[in-house]
């Protein structure tokens, strides 16, 4: 193991704060790009613990000492790049036949059960999400993701932001698409992940993810649309 370093991030012009927080904590304090800086770090001390030795030959590296962010092999000379984890991320939407209300789908996942249990809060709720296969376009993992975690087909994708992620290494990329096919009225939801899914009127939203993160910015942007109030974030995320 490489010999461990500890860094000191403060506020710049900001109070010092001598207590130790978590990043998502910071989400709704800091500038993006504070954020995504403090992610990047985050990024690179992990990578750069885990490879500690070739995937090719498994001699021991060495860190790149000309400014470009990998490892080096001195035995094969095999260079190893920080590894980004592509993510899809969904606001899946409808008209509600009922009243005409916009909705977005929006599910109830066994972590934030647990939270829930924890901390006796309200249910938390997220988006569709889900790791981009090899060989796969990202909206054909929109596809898939939708049809495996809650058996619903989706048309209409449209690209909407991305976010890098630190947890471990990913990087979020967001889409609205439109809801089109399966049982949305009783969504059969892939229950390894999942506890629940249903679709939500805009104007009465559950719980979702802290102001910050791409999920609360894409459910804020179909409320903003509407000419709807923000909605209501649970904090913290666990």
């Not at 932001?161 to 009783?186: E, K, V």
Request: hydrophobic fraction near 35%; aromatic fraction near 8%.
């Amino acid at each position: 193991m490489r010999k461990q370093t500890a860094l000191f991030l403060g506020l710049i012009d900001g109070s010092q704060d001598k207590n130790f927080v978590s990043l998502r904590a910071l989400l709704s304090q800091l500038p993006t790009a504070d954020i995504n800086h403090i992610i990047k770090a985050i990024q690179f001390i992990r990578w750069a613990d885990e490879h500690n030795f070739c995937s090719r030959c498994g001699h021991r590296t060495n860190l790149h000492t000309k400014g470009e962010n990998a490892t080096i092999c001195p035995a094969c000379n095999y260079h190893q790049y920080p590894r980004i984890q592509p993510c899809v991320i969904t606001a899946v939407t409808r008209t509600n036949p009922n009243n005409g209300k916009p909705q977005v789908l929006l599910a109830h996942h066994k972590r934030y059960a647990k939270a829930k249990k924890t901390n006796n809060q309200q249910p938390r709720y997220g988006l569709i999400a889900g790791f981009v296969e090899a060989g796969e376009t990202l909206e054909n993992a929109v596809h898939r993701e939708t049809l495996e975690e809650v058996s619903l087909g989706v048309s209409n994708i449209r690209y909407f932001s991305s976010q890098p992620w630190a947890y471990p290494s990913n990087l979020m990329i967001g889409f609205i698409a439109q809801y089109t096919t399966g049982n949305a009225d009783n969504i059969k939801v892939q229950d390894d992940e999942l506890i629940h899914a249903q679709f939500f009127d805009l104007d009465n939203l559950p719980l979702i993810p802290p102001v910050g993160t791409i999920a609360y910015r894409l459910i804020e942007h179909l409320t903003n649309k509407h000419r709807l109030p923000s909605p209501a974030t649970f904090w913290p995320l666990n």
